[in-house]
C-alpha cells in the first residue's frame, strides 16, 4: 500500500476556503463569546462578514473540480448553489435585528449554530460523495433544530422535536440508501456509481429501485415531497418568521442539488421508471401543496404549504433534465429566495415577541384585512410579493415559471406543462386572497403601526432590497439566466 | 402628392382627437371650427389630388409601413388615390365639410357639441380610410370604423331609449353582413395569397369559377349591409334618431355608399360572374321600387327622405350589377349632392318646427323659410330627375342601360319608380311648404336657420344642379380609364327620344298629381287608416313585425336559454363543482396534518413503501 501523499496543491484548497471560512466565522463566535458577552448587532456584524467573505472565496474559485483527496467537487452547480444559500443568509441575517427583543438573539450560540449550518448546507452540495454529503446534511440540520428551538415558545420547541425525530428517520433512510448502492456498485461516490450501474446496463434494477426508494424518502424529507411534507406547517410555525423563509429556501437548495447529482442518471435511464416516480412525486407534491395551501387561515401557514407547492414544481426540472430545465430550477430558487424572504419578513416586522394576534395564529389573514388603508406601504409591497409568488408577471417568480414551463414543454412533457399551468393558476387563488384582505376589507383595527412594530431599519433595507429585485426582475433576467447556465452546463447539467 | 394624400386622409383625424379631447366640456365654439376647417382642408387636398388625377392619369400611390407581418401573410398599410378613389373622397369630403359647418349651426344649443364634432369627423376619416385603402383588409378596417362612428352618432342621443335602439339596431345588422365581407376578404387571401387590389384583379382568372362565386356574394353580403339592401334595411330608416346632420353624412357620403363603392371597386371581381351581377341587378330594381312605395304614405319627413336613399341605392347596384359601374358611381356622386342637401333642409325645418316630423302638422312653410324652400325644391327637382339637374344626367342613364342591356322588366321597374320618387318627393315638398300653415294649431313659431348654414347648404345646390351636365364629360373621360367604358346608346333617336320625352312628362305628371293631390291638404285624412295598401306600406310591409317575432324574440328565447340552462346550469356549475371540490380535498387532506408525530412518522412510511410498491410495478409493467 502507497503511503498518503500530503500534497498542497494536489489537495486544491480553494475548494474547501468557503467552508473553512464560514467555519472559522462560526468558531470566532464561539471563542469571543467565552471571553466577553456581547451585542446581537456585534455577531450579526462578525457573520454578515463571515458571508461575504466566503461569497468572495466562491469567486476565487476559477478552477472548478475536485479536491481535498477527491472527496469536494466543486463543480458549477456547487458555485451557484453555495451563491443561493449565501445570499439567502446575507438576506436572512440582518432580520436578527429587530426592534423587540427575541431571546434567541441574546445568545452568541445562535450565530454560531447558523455559520455551522451553511457550513453544513455548503459541504452538502460542494460533493459527489454519499458520506460527506451525509455529514454535511446532518451537520446542517442538527443546527437547524437548534435554531428553530431557540426561538423559546412551546411551539418551537415542539417543532423542533418534530423535526429532530423525522429528520433521524430520514438520515436513517438515507444510510440505507446509500448502503444499497454501496453495495450494487462498490462506491460511495455518485459519479463512480453512475459509471458502474450504467457499464452494467441497470442489471440489477429492483435494488436500485429499493436504494432509489430510500433516497427519495430521505431527500424527499428534505424537500419536502408528499408524502414526506408533514413536518413543514408545524415547524415553519413553530420557527420565527425570517427562519421559516430561509428554511422554504436554503436546505430545500442543497436537497435538490444532491437530488440532481442522484437522480439525474437514474432518472435518464431508458425504462423510465425512476423519472415516472419522480413525475408522480413531483406533481403530488405540487398539487397537494397547493389544495392544502387553500384552506390555510393562517398567513404563514398558507406561506408554508405553498413553499411545499413551489418546491414540487422545481423537482420537475429534475425529472425532465435538460440543461434549460436544470437553468430553470436554479433560476426558479433564485427569484423565489428574494419574494418568499420578502413575504416571511414581512411576517416578521409584524411580530411581537410575547402577544399574538389571535389565540390560534400569529398572522392570521383577518389580521390584514384593509391594511391598505391604514398602512398603505406595507399593504403594497406584500402585495407585491404576493403577486410574484402568485406567478403574476413581471414579477420574479413569473419568470422562473415561464422558463420551467418553457422547459416542460420542449423536453416534450406536455401534460406535465399542463399540470404546472393549472397548480399556477390554483395557487393564484391564496395569495389573492390575501392581496384581497389587505386591498378590498375594512380594517380589523385602527392602528397601522402593528403591522412594522418590530420594524428597524436594517429590517426595511432587507425588505427594500427584496421588494426592488422582484420588480426590477425582468431587468436581472437575462444577465442571470445566462451565468447560471454557464455554470450548469460547465458542470455538465 | 403624397404628403397631399396623408392631409386629405388625417386631417379629419386630427379634427376628430382635437375635439374629443374638448368631448368632457360644455360646448365650445373651437370645436366645431377646427374639424371644420381641418374638413375644408382635407377637401381642398382631395381637390388636388383629382386634379393631379384628372390631368395625369396616374394614381397617387403610398405604403406608410408594413401593418400585419405573421409568417407569409404580410399586408402593408397602403394608401391610393386612384379615379374611382378621386371621385369618392371628392364627394366625400364635400358634403362632409359643408355637414360640418352646417352642423355648428344646427348643434348650437345641444350639450354635447364637442362630442359630436369628434364623432363626425372620425366618421369622415373612416370612410376616407375606406375608400383610400389599396387592400381589402384596410377597406375593411374603414368598414368597421364607419360602423362604429354610425353607432357612435345614431345614438348620439343615447339617453332617449328609441335612439340607443336604433344605434344597436345598426351596428348589428351591419355586424351580420359584415361577416360575410370579412369571409369574403379570407376567400380571396385564401385563395390569392393576397388582399392588395392590384395583385388580386390581376390574378381573377386563376380563381374557380365557384369560388369567384363565392366571393362575389359574401362581398355583395357585406354591401347589402352597409347600403341596407333588402333584407337587410331595416336599420336605415330606424337610423333616423340620430340628429339630422348624421342623417346627411350616412346616406350622402360616409356610409350606404361604401356598399356601392365596393361593387365598383372590385367590378373586375364581378365582372367574370354576370349571373352575380344579374342577382344585384335585380334586388337592386326591387329595393328601388319597395322603398319608394313605403316612402309614398309614410308620415316622417326623415323616414321619407331616408326610403328615398334606399330606393335610390337601389338605382345605382341596378347600374352596378349590369356593368356599368361607372353609371353606378355617377349616380352616387350626383345623389349625394342632392340628398345632403335634401336632409340639411329637413334639419332647418325639424329646427323650425321644434323637432315635428310629421309633414301632415306643416303646410305653408314657404313664407317663413324662403331659402329652405327653394333649396329643397331644388333637391327634390334633382331627385326626381328633371332636366337639366344632376338626378337626370344620372338616372336617366340607368334607365337606358337597363333598357339598352335588354332588360325591360327592369327598366319598367325603374320607371315606374321614377315616377313613383317624384310623386313622394313634391308630396313632402307640397305637404310641408305649401297650402295651409297647419302648424298654427300647434302653436308653433316658424324661424329660417342661420343664414351660415344656408351658405353652407348652397355648394351642395349649385352641385346638385351642375354636377350633371357639367361633369358629365370630365367624368366619363376620367373614371372609364380604370372602369369597364361602355356607353349605353339608343341606336334609334326617335325610341331615345320617346324614352326621354315620355320620362320627363311622366315623371312631370307624377309631381303634378303629388301637388293637387297635397297642396290642398288640411289635416292627415284617417279614413285611409283602414285601406290595406296604406297599412301594409305604412308598417313596412310587417317586415320589423317578421324580424321581431321569427329572428328577435327566438333569438332572445334562445339567448336567455343558453344563459339560464347553459350558461348557468352547466358552464358555471361545473366551474363551481371544481372550485370546491378542490377545496374540500384540500379540507380532506387538512386532516392528515394532525401534528401527530406518531402519525407524521407513519405517514412517512407509508410514503416509503408507497414508492416501492409504485416503483417495483413500473419496473415489471417496464418489462
Known sequence: ?493 | MENLLYTALFAPLVGSIFAGVLGGRSKMMIAGLVPSILLLVSLAASLVLLGHVLSTGTAVAVTMFDWINIGNFNVAFGFQVDQVTAVMICVVTVVSAMVHIYSIGYMDHDKGFNRFFSYLSLFVFSMMFLVMSDNFLGLFVGWEGVGVCSYLLVGFWYHKRSASWAANEAFIMNRVADLGMLLGIALIYWQLGTVKYDEVFANVDKLDMTVLLWITGLLFVGAMGKSAQFPLHTWLADAMEGPTPVSALIHAATMVTAGVYLVVRANELYAPVPEVGYFIACLGAFVAMFAASMALVNRDMKRIIAYSTLSQLGYMFVAAGLGAYWVALFHLMTHAFFKALLFLGAGNVMHAMHDELDPFKMGGLRKAMKGTFILMTLASVALAGIWPLAGFFSKDLILEVAFVEHHFILYTVLLLTAGLTAFYSFRLVALIFHGEERYKLFGIHPHEAYRFMLIAMSPLAILAVIAGFGFKGDYFAMVTQMLPATEYHVHSPVVYWTMVFGTQIFVGLAIAYAYIKYVKVKAFDPAIESNFFYKLLINQYYIPALYEKFITVPYAKLSRFAWKQIDQRIVDAIVDLIATSIYKLGEVSKRMHTGNLSTMLRLMTLGFVIVLVIALALQMMAK
Open chain 1, 1 to 493: 500500500m502507497e503511503p498518503v501523499k500530503f500534497d498542497l496543491v494536489a489537495l486544491n484548497l480553494n475548494t474547501i476556503m468557503p467552508m473553512l471560512i464560514t467555519l472559522g466565522g462560526a468558531l470566532f463566535i464561539l471563542i469571543i463569546d467565552l471571553f466577553k458577552k456581547l451585542d446581537k448587532q456585534f455577531y450579526v456584524t462578525v457573520s454578515m462578514a463571515t458571508m461575504l467573505l466566503a461569497i468572495y472565496a466562491i469567486f476565487q474559485i476559477n478552477s472548478a473540480g475536485r479536491g481535498f483527496f477527491d472527496v469536494m467537487l466543486v463543480d458549477g452547480v456547487a458555485v451557484i448553489s453555495q451563491l443561493i444559500i449565501l445570499g439567502a443568509s446575507v438576506l436572512f441575517m440582518p432580520l436578527a435585528l429587530t426592534g423587540f427583543r427575541f431571546r434567541e438573539f441574546k445568545f452568541a450560540e445562535y450565530f454560531a449554530f447558523f455559520l455551522f449550518m451553511i457550513a453544513g448546507f455548503q459541504f452538502m452540495v460542494s460533493t459527489d460523495n454519499l458520506i460527506l454529503i451525509f455529514l454535511g446534511l446532518e451537520t446542517g440540520s442538527l443546527a437547524l433544530y437548534a435554531l428553530i428551538a431557540m426561538h423559546n415558545r412551546q411551539k418551537s420547541l415542539e417543532s423542533a422535536l418534530k423535526y429532530f425525530t423525522m429528520g433521524a428517520f430520514a438520515a436513517g433512510l438515507f444510510a440505507f440508501g446509500s448502503m444499497i448502492f454501496y453495495g450494487i456498485t462498490g462506491s460511495v461516490e455518485i459519479g463512480q456509481m453512475k459509471t458502474v450501474i450504467e457499464g452494467n446496463n441497470f442489471s440489477n434494477m429492483p435494488l436500485i429501485l429499493l436504494g432509489t426508494a430510500f433516497m427519495i424518502a430521505a431527500l424527499g424529507f428534505k424537500l419536502s415531497i408528499v408524502p414526506f411534507h408533514t413536518w413543514t406547517p408545524d415547524v415553519y410555525e413553530g420557527a420565527s418568521a425570517p427562519l421559516a423563509g430561509y428554511m422554504s429556501i436554503v436546505p430545500k437548495i442543497a436537497g435538490f442539488v444532491v437530488a440532481l447529482r442522484f437522480f439525474d442518471f437514474l432518472a435518464m435511464a431508458d425504462d423510465g421508471v425512476v423519472q415516472t416516480l419522480l413525475w408522480i412525486a413531483a406533481v403530488a407534491t405540487m398539487t397537494i401543496g397547493n389544495i392544502l395551501a387553500l384552506v390555510q387561515d393562517g398567513v404563514k401557514r398558507m406561506l408554508a404549504y405553498s413553499s411545499v407547492s413551489h418546491a414540487g414544481f422545481v423537482m420537475t426540472a429534475i425529472l425532465m433534465g435538460t440543461t434549460q430545465a436544470h437553468v430553470g430550477m436554479f433560476l426558479y430558487w433564485t427569484l423565489f429566495l428574494f419574494t418568499n424572504l420578502g413575504a416571511f419578513a414581512m411576517l416578521w416586522i409584524s411580530r411581537h415577541p410575547s402577544k399574538q394576534f389571535d389565540i390560534r395564529y400569529d398572522h392570521p389573514f383577518t389580521k390584514f384585512s384593509g391594511m391598505v388603508k391604514i398602512n398603505p406601504v406595507a399593504a403594497v409591497m406584500m402585495a407585491i410579493f404576493m403577486l410574484s409568488l402568485a406567478g403574476i408577471p413581471p414579477f420574479a417568480v413569473y419568470w422562473g415559471k415561464l422558463y420551467l414551463i418553457g422547459a416542460a414543454i420542449n423536453s416534450d412533457h406536455l401534460y406535465l406543462a399542463l399540470i404546472m399551468a393549472i397548480n399556477s393558476a390554483i395557487a393564484v387563488y391564496y395569495y389573492l386572497k390575501l392581496v384581497v384582505f389587505m386591498f378590498l376589507k375594512d380594517p380589523s383595527q385602527n392602528d397601522g403601526t402593528i403591522y412594522n412594530m418590530n420594524g428597524t431599519f436594517p429590517l426595511r433595507l432587507v425588505l427594500i432590497v427584496a421588494a426592488v429585485f422582484v420588480i426590477a426582475s425582468i431587468a436581472t433576467i437575462e444577465p442571470l439566466s445566462a451565468f447560471i447556465q454557464t455554470h450548469v452546463v460547465a458542470s455538465g447539467f
